[in-house]
Each structure stands twice: as structure tokens, then as C-alpha cells.
């Protein structure tokens, strides 16, 4: 699990993005709040 901040996350969101891919867990926060959690995206099986 990965903690950032906002200007983080928008500045290297890309980066982000590819880490989601690679099965990390992101947090996003404010202020030491956080406001966000970054996970990737099921994948369907067809049957």
C-alpha cells in the first residue's frame, strides 16, 4: 500500500495508474485525511 497526497496523485498520476496495474493499493489523502483508495478494476471472466 502506497500513500500520497493530492498534488502527488495528480502530478504522477500515470505512474499511479501503472503501479494499480501491477496489483498496488494506492491512498489518496488531504491533509493527512484520506479521501481515496486507488485498487484495480476487476477483470470479467467469460464463462
Known amino acids: 500500500m502506497k500513500l500520497v497526497n493530492i498534488h502527488q ?8 495508474l501503472e503501479s494499480v496495474q ?3 493499493e ?3 489523502s488531504k ?3 484520506t ?3 486507488l485498487i484495480p478494476y476487476p ?3 467469460k464463462p
Open 9 to 16: 496523485a495528480k502530478t504522477t498520476l500515470s505512474q499511479l
Open 43 to 45: 477483470l470479467e471472466k
Open 31 to 33: 491533509v493527512g485525511k
Open 22 to 24: 501491477a496489483g498496488e
Open 26 to 28: 494506492i491512498i489518496i
Open 35 to 37: 479521501l481515496a483508495r
